[in-house]
């Protein structure tokens, strides 16, 4: 029998994976979805329909960059038409004044809008491209259209000493919320771990800036702190476990339980071409292989923060111990944490300073 499952949040719609930024942190696949296998227009409004059916109250359109999508307004405007709350979450290129108040007309609720670092020169290092002047406008743009405004910023060994400036940015901004989420070693990014992976010195003065800030901005901006789950003790508590909140569609209609799934390659991946939303959240083997807690070995199975953390990531379990089904190794009480606790003596602080290798998307 499969485990019970509430119906989901909200559908995480990755439209395409080209992307105008280069960043090294890029948890996307290795391997992206080419722009000829992408899900047409049709195809996405019947994913929308299915998911709106199913229980879903947000649409969060993503990508890579979701304005390289030419049917973007056609997308946003349906989205709208079935009642859900429509985020856009983009890089702000090519988020002109015209482009914006169209998509607002349409049915944009809410836009979530990336910075890679606070000054133009770090941002546009870390982006690989200039963007940094575009980000402002489009941010000028958003505040001018009366949306609200997310900023969320990835944070790694290169940008974390400057979050106070990051939180200057976002006030200036006028952003609603601020997401500073530590980089998650999935996808691209885990092959930039050794440049990417910041020291325990700065994210304990990180640590103090973000309280001390979000205690000085309470009731202005809601500031969300992902922490750096390697130097923690407990894992993150990944999606709020597996199959619970939300799904994810990637552009070319595989259907993921978390958007790094296909890192777990012993998984099958359903597509929309072949089943409908419904069946795979309810009844796919993917959806059910890790929710709730039956699928759990010890020491998680006998543990009591299972009901907090839910044996943490299970894409991380399978990229660092081989098995998905295992304890999360960042765990103190997994058999595998020295995995991790090596990885940080080898990376955190390497001799050279190594390159940062760069996502280069064609488009
Ligand atoms: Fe969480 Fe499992 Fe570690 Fe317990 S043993 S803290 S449930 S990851
Ligand atoms: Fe996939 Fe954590 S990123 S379960």
Known sequence: ??????????????????????????????????????????????????????????????????????????????????????????????????????????????VQLSLQDATREGNDRIAGIKAFDRKIEAAAHIRDEGLPLTVNTVLHRQNLDNVAGLIAMAEEMGAERLELANTQYYGWALRNRAVLLPTKEQLARADAVVEAAQERLRGKIEIVYVIADYHEAHPKPCMYG???????????????PCPAATVITS??????????????????????????????????????????????????AFQLTGDAANTDPVCSLSPNRQTVDLILDTEMRPAVEPAMAMRKISQ
């Open 267 to 316: 998984l099958k991946i359903e597509n929309v071409q072949n089943s409908s939303l419904h069946d795979i959240w309810y009844h796919s083997e993917s959806f059910n292989a890790y929710r709730g807690f039956e699928w759990m070995s010890d020491p998680c199975r006998s543990c009591p923060r299972k009901e907090i953390d839910f044996g943490g990531c299970r894409c991380q």
């Open 242 to 256: 597996w199959g619970a909140r939300q799904l994810t569609v990637a552009p070319n209609g595989d259907v993921l």
């Open 1 to 110: 029998m499969s485990p019970t499952a509430e119906a989901p949040f909200g559908l995480l719609a990755e439209l395409t994976h080209r992307c105008p930024l280069q960043c090294g942190y890029c948890s996307n696949p290795i391997e992206l979805v080419k722009r000829d296998a992408e899900l047409s227009t049709e195809d996405w409004m019947r994913v929308f329909d299915q998911a709106r059916a199913l229980g879903a109250l947000q649409i969060h359109m993503s990508g890579g960059e979701p304005l390289g999508r030419r049917d973007l307004p056609e997308l946003v405007e349906h989205a709208n038409s079935l009642g859900t709350y429509v985020n856009l979450v983009t890089s702000g290129v090519g988020l002109t004044r015209e482009r914006l108040r169209d998509l607002a007309k349409r049915g944009v609720d809410h």
